[in-house]
């Protein structure tokens, strides 16, 4: 199976910082790589599909690129809403793998 | 509008079988494979499987195979999880979660709102 890594596990960051997640396959992946958020107690959300690609109705302040093995998920000024937790995952395996998620907490 | 929506929270006892229900509104049920997401209290997306809701042929993850089963009834638009054998280690919330694509590029747009299972002597 396709490894994802992501890094940090988690960060304490405060509203209208720029934050950076890393995502990294064990194999090339192409730019089979989605991002998701995740808030307490509910469902996750897609944000960007194909590595770079924005989710329709996703603010723009939300950014990822990458392709290969390493992908980068951007949020441009942080917002309170965006405070939760972020996975990446691969869809160029027929058996997809998420990463073990990224907490974006409150400093 | 595209709806998945789950049955409702189950407590088992160890050895138990339980099956969650994912029904499908909004959409043509058979043009969109369906993927089965698990989640370990305070643990991450764990990615289980899909299934092919055109010709229900199903495919799992490593550690999701013998005791997990995956199947459809598309009269009524819905998929469905059985787990037999039940462990304390399976408690967790299931998701439902449609399997979207765009041009060759496939994510998950949907997902229904998580079912609890819980197993408990």
């Known amino acids: 199976d396709i490894q994802m890594t992501q890094s940090p596990s988690s960060l304490s960051t405060s509203v209208g910082d720029r934050v950076t997640i890393t995502c990294r396959a064990s194999?090339?992946?192409?730019?089979?790589l989605n991002w998701y958020q995740q808030k307490p107690g509910k469902a996750p959300k897609l944000l960007i599909y194909?590595?770079?690609s924005l989710q329709s109705g996703v603010p723009s302040r939300f950014s990822g690129s990458g392709s290969g093995t390493d992908f980068t998920l951007t949020i441009s000024s942080l917002q309170p809403e965006d405070f939760a937790t972020y996975y990446c995952?691969?869809?160029?395996?027929?058996?997809?793998?998420f990463g073990q998620g990224t907490k974006v907490e409150i400093k | 509008q595209v709806q998945l929506v789950q049955s409702g929270s189950e407590l088992k006892k160890p050895g138990a079988s339980v099956k969650v229900s994912c029904k499908a509104s909004g959409y043509t049920f058979t043009t969109y494979a369906m993927n089965w997401v698990r989640q370990a209290p305070g643990q991450g997306l764990e990615w289980m499987g899909w299934i092919n809701t055109n010709t229900g042929n199903p495919t799992y993850a490593q550690g999701f195979t013998g005791r997990f089963v995956f199947s459809l009834d598309t009269s009524v638009s819905t998929a469905y999880l059985q787990i037999s054998s039940l462990k304390a280690e399976d408690t967790a919330v299931y998701y439902c979660a449609r399997l979207s694509y765009s041009t060759s590029w496939y994510y998950v747009d949907y997902w229904g709102q998580g079912t609890l299972v819980t197993v408990s002597s």
């Open positions: 194999q090339s992946i192409s730019s089979y």
């Open positions: 995952q691969q869809s160029y395996s027929n058996l997809w793998t």
């Open positions: 194909a590595a770079s």
